[in-house]
């Protein structure tokens, strides 16, 4: 089997990636771990910014996003029992959509199948090689059977802990990373949000979220240790627990209740490798940079790597010009970092760290309110939050 660009994984980069080329003339073929089930119901991402709207929006691929996607145009920060809204379209002209994750990975999929698109689900025992020759080669299993797929290009897409940065020798990529002593416990419930932006709140026991994906689903998240078990928190304390952190004038303020149906714990990490990519492997999204949640960036640096990576693969086949395809790293970094940056002072800002001091915890007040005061520090957040 042939095909120019061989792409390892089936989230929003590599399907974003395989619809983008297919515009561009260029074919592809994406191999994927999960079924097709699976990633169509993973719960992950909400937070679409303004860039990767309009991403998805020119490449033929926004008519349900914009239909149900939800465009926000502010947030509340909400800490010492206040809350202050951030205006951010007033204040930059953009606004960010609240769509799940997993809308944008069904709407790809089914237009790259509608366009006779190849995606293989379920393969396993993928293994990347000849990576630094003209024709690399990709070997995995798939129905029981062995395949060899032979590529120009081979596009790493498999997320953090995928094959494809681990197929680099050892002692050509840099690790840049740091790790965070908790992690959010995520709910999603039936139940109509209380409000219409979200609210990122430091209470003293920790971070807060609230935000959602529909009139009728909240989707809120709490700070919690690193190991824990989804068993410590049963519905009822998961409730208490964000009234508690949500007080408003001192008194605790209970979003609106409802059946919860997803709960999930997710650590918090900040990791980029570099270079991005390694002979003819080029990486993207999670698979080479993963930042905590915080910002909600993680999807929509993705979107930017893929986007770079078709425009430099498009001008490459169109007149054999290089110069994108080299300069691919240095292109996406600078957004990566940038990300990188907004994601550690977020999370810093609204997070109590363990063994911090009440000292520490009146610095993040003053911060916090320095953010809100100040109409330079509320547009520097939201230029980072709209992208
Ligand atoms: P992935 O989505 O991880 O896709 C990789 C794919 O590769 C998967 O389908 C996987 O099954 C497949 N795969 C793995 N290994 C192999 C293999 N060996 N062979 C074949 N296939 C393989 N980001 C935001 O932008 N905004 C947010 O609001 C936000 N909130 C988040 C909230 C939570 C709780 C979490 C967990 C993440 C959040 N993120 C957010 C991050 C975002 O979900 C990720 O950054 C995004 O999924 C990255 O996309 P990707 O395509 O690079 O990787
Ligand atoms: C959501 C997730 C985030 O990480 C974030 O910063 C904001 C919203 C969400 O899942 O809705």
């Given at each position: 089997?042939?095909?120019?660009?061989?792409?390892?994984?089936?989230?929003?980069?590599?399907?974003?990636?395989?619809?983008?080329?297919?515009?561009?003339?260029?074919?592809?073929?994406?191999?994927?771990?999960?079924?097709?089930?699976?990633?169509?119901?993973?719960?992950?991402?909400?937070?679409?910014?303004?860039?990767?709207?309009?991403?998805?929006?020119?490449?033929?691929?926004?008519?349900?996003?914009?239909?149900?996607?939800?465009?926000?145009?502010?947030?509340?920060?909400?800490?010492?029992?206040?809350?202050?809204?951030?205006?951010?379209?007033?204040?930059?002209?953009?606004?960010?959509?609240?769509?799940?994750?997993?809308?944008?990975?069904?709407?790809?999929?089914?237009?790259?199948?509608?366009?006779?698109?190849?995606?293989?689900?379920?393969?396993?025992?993928?293994?990347?090689?000849?990576?630094?020759?003209?024709?690399?080669?990709?070997?995995?299993?798939?129905?029981?059977?062995?395949?060899?797929?032979?590529?120009?290009?081979?596009?790493?897409?498999?997320?953090?802990?995928?094959?494809?940065?681990?197929?680099?020798?050892?002692?050509?990529?840099?690790?840049?990373?740091?790790?965070?002593?908790f992690s959010w416990l995520g709910?999603?419930?039936?139940?109509?949000?209380?409000?219409?932006?979200?609210?990122?709140?430091?209470?003293?026991?920790?971070?807060?979220?609230?935000?959602?994906?529909?009139?009728?689903?909240?989707?809120?998240y709490l700070?919690v240790p690193p190991d824990t078990d989804t068993?410590e928190w049963?519905?009822?304390?998961?409730?208490?627990?964000?009234?508690?952190?949500?007080?408003?004038?001192?008194?605790?303020?209970?979003?609106?209740?409802?059946?919860?149906?997803?709960k999930g714990v997710t650590p918090?990490?900040?990791?980029?490798?570099?270079?991005?990519?390694?002979?003819?492997?080029?990486?993207?999204?999670?698979?080479?940079?993963?930042?905590?949640?915080?910002?909600?960036?993680?999807?929509?640096?993705?979107?930017?790597?893929?986007?770079?990576?078709?425009?430099?693969?498009?001008?490459?086949?169109?007149?054999?010009?290089?110069?994108?395809?080299?300069?691919?790293?240095?292109?996406?970094?600078?957004?990566?970092?940038?990300?990188?940056?907004?994601?550690?002072?977020?999370?810093?800002?609204?997070?109590?760290?363990?063994?911090?001091?009440?000292?520490?915890?009146?610095?993040?007040?003053?911060?916090?309110?320095?953010?809100?005061?100040?109409?330079?520090?509320?547009?520097?957040?939201?230029?980072?939050?709209?992208?």
């Amino acid at each position: 089997m042939y095909t120019q660009v061989a792409i390892v994984g089936a989230g929003p980069a590599g399907l974003l990636l395989s619809h983008l080329l297919h515009l561009h003339g260029i074919s592809s073929v994406v191999l994927e771990a999960r079924t097709r089930g699976y990633i169509e119901q993973r719960i992950r991402a909400g937070v679409l910014e303004q860039n990767t709207v309009d991403i998805l929006r020119d490449a033929g691929v926004g008519s349900r996003l914009d239909a149900e996607g939800l465009p926000h145009e502010g947030i509340e920060l909400r800490f010492g029992g206040e809350g202050h809204r951030v205006p951010m379209t007033e204040l930059t002209g953009r606004a960010i959509t609240v769509y799940g994750q997993q809308e944008v990975v069904k709407d790809l999929v089914a237009r790259r199948l509608a366009d006779g698109g190849d995606i293989r689900f379920e393969v396993s025992d993928v293994r990347l090689d000849g990576l630094t020759s003209d024709r690399p080669v990709v070997r995995f299993h798939h129905g029981g059977a062995a395949n060899e797929l032979t590529c120009d290009v081979i596009a790493g897409c498999d997320g953090f802990h995928g094959t494809s940065r681990p197929s680099v020798p050892p002692g050509q990529l840099t690790v840049y990373e740091r790790d965070y002593p908790f992690s959010w416990l995520g709910i999603l419930a039936e139940a109509t949000p209380a409000v219409h932006e979200l609210i990122y709140c430091l209470h003293e026991n920790g971070f807060a979220l609230y935000s959602m994906r529909s009139e009728r689903v909240s989707r809120l998240y709490l700070q919690v240790p690193p190991d824990t078990d989804t068993a410590e928190w049963p519905d009822e304390r998961i409730w208490d627990e964000l009234a508690t952190r949500f007080q408003l004038g001192g008194s605790p303020w209970p979003p609106n209740r409802g059946p919860i149906f997803d709960k999930g714990v997710t650590p918090m990490r900040s990791f980029v490798t570099e270079p991005m990519q390694y002979g003819r492997l080029l990486l993207a999204g999670d698979a080479v940079h993963i930042v905590p949640p915080t910002g909600a960036k993680g999807m929509n640096l993705a979107v930017n790597d893929v986007w770079l990576m078709a425009r430099a693969l498009d001008a490459w086949y169109t007149t054999g010009d290089e110069t994108l395809l080299t300069s691919y790293t240095r292109d996406a970094l600078r957004r990566v970092w940038q990300a990188q940056h907004f994601s550690w002072w977020m999370t810093s800002m609204l997070h109590r760290f363990p063994g911090d001091d009440p000292y520490q915890y009146r610095l993040q007040i003053a911060q916090l309110h320095n953010v809100v005061d100040s109409p330079a520090y509320a547009t520097a957040l939201s230029e980072n939050y709209v992208g």
